[in-house]
């Protein structure tokens, strides 16, 4: 068959850009094709031009276009959208819908929102948080983090995620890690930290931030929060619509102290509490704290992480353990947390859960 511009767009159709997560002929990325003989040349524009995705797209077009029978040899050019491409673009990914004002989260209706909460800081949150993401992914979900700790912000480091995210206009687009979509407000502090995230300009720039990121479609989004119940857990979690926490625990915090605060928590933003995490069950710290909080909550202890070395090495490595050790025993523990939350999902979780105060 004679090479011809439908063969190499057909192709073209299963290069997918990997943090917009669709076909570049979808996405309008195919700014020319260029066909002489056997030989093909194909140029992509990109979003913007420091697009750190160059490498993916010469890859996947090498292996897709460069693969067909009838191709002798592919170059890949890049060029750059002009601003009307870009408006075009971002409104696309809209979905068409006009950019909204409202002051929340954009995801989904059908996108489930999960707060990873502590009464305190230190308890593995971040840790829980990634882990947790990639087990519900493993599970075949379609996974987001969003890296709420404004004091903390150690999410990028433990995904060993270091660029920042391309931005489109005004459309914030998440990097991808282990098939994680990232934003974490880390991305934006550097050493002249803007003040905006302290203070009176912190909700204001909450609200900003979560605003513009694109998430895309999404079944889940694990949010890692600032700790304890102060103005900024209060503003965040309001601004993240149907949220249900987990509320993570060490054996040894005291129960009643922390169910106090999450309940207050719950209270004040509409969250649902969805159950309780231990971390760091061991013979020297014990256990049973998870449990007790549990009980003082109303709600389930959906699981026990043992105090395990690993867990922290694959943090510092960039790889979280239940990607490079699926099988290791503190693993397996977060895969039945990430399968106790599935499961809620199958049972139908939509009624309000009685907050005990
Ligand atoms: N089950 C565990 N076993 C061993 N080490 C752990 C475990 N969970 C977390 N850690 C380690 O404990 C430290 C604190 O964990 P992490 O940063 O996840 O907690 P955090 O609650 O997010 O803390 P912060 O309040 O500082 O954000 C990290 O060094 C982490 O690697
Ligand atoms: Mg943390």
């Given amino acids: 068959m004679a090479l011809s511009r439908d063969i190499v767009l057909e192709a073209l159709s299963r290069v997918i850009d990997p943090e917009l ?3 570049v002929t979808e996405l309008d990325m195919v700014r020319d094709i260029e066909i002489k003989g056997n030989d093909v040349r194909v140029t992509i524009a990109l979003t ?15 292996r897709e276009v460069g693969e067909l029978p009838e191709v002798a040899s592919v170059a890949l050019a890049f060029d750059v959208m002009t601003p009307d491409e870009r408006a075009a673009l971002t409104s696309k990914l809209r979905g068409g819908r006009p950019e909204t004002d409202e002051k929340s989260i954009q ?3 059908t996108t489930r929102v999960i707060a990873v909460a502590s009464g305190k800081g230190g308890v593995g949150k971040s840790t829980l948080t990634v882990n947790l993401a990639s087990a519900l992914s493993a599970l075949g ?7 709420a700790d404004i004091y903390g912000h150690s999410i990028p480091h433990m995904l060993g995620i270091s660029q920042k995210p391309v931005l489109v206009d005004r ?28 203070g009176p300009m912190l909700h204001r720039a909450l609200e900003q931030f979560l605003q513009d990121v694109h998430w895309g479609d999404l079944d889940v989004l694990v949010v890692d929060m600032p700790p304890g119940t102060g103005d900024v857990s209060i503003s965040l979690g309001q601004m993240l619509p149907r949220a249900e926490a987990l509320v993570v625990t ?58 395990n070395a690993d867990l922290r090495e694959a943090g510092d490595i960039g790889v979280p353990l239940v990607v490079s050790d699926p099988e290791s025993e503190s693993a397996q523990a977060v895969f039945e947390i990430a399968q106790a939350i599935d499961a809620t999902r199958a049972a139908g979780f939509t009624q309000k859960l009685t907050l005990v105060s």
């Fill in 141 to 147: 979900r379609r996974v987001g983090i969003l890296d």
């Fill in 171 to 198: 459309m914030m687009i998440p990097p991808v890690a282990h098939d994680l979509k990232l934003m974490s407000i880390g991305f934006f502090l550097d050493d002249n930290a803007p003040l905006m995230w302290r």
């Fill in 48 to 62: 913007v031009a420091g697009c750190p995705l160059r490498n993916s797209f010469e890859e996947q077009v090498a």
């Fill in 250 to 307: 060490t054996p040894q915090l005291l129960a009643q102290e922390v169910a106090s605060r999450a309940a207050e928590m719950a209270k004040k933003t509409g969250m649902q509490l969805l159950g309780v995490a231990e971390n760091m069950t061991s013979e020297v710290f014990g256990s049973g704290g998870g449990q007790r909080l549990a009980d003082e909550l109303g709600v389930r202890l959906l699981g026990q992480v043992p105090l």
């Fill in 107 to 109: 995801v989904d209706d």
């Fill in 21 to 23: 997560r669709k076909p």
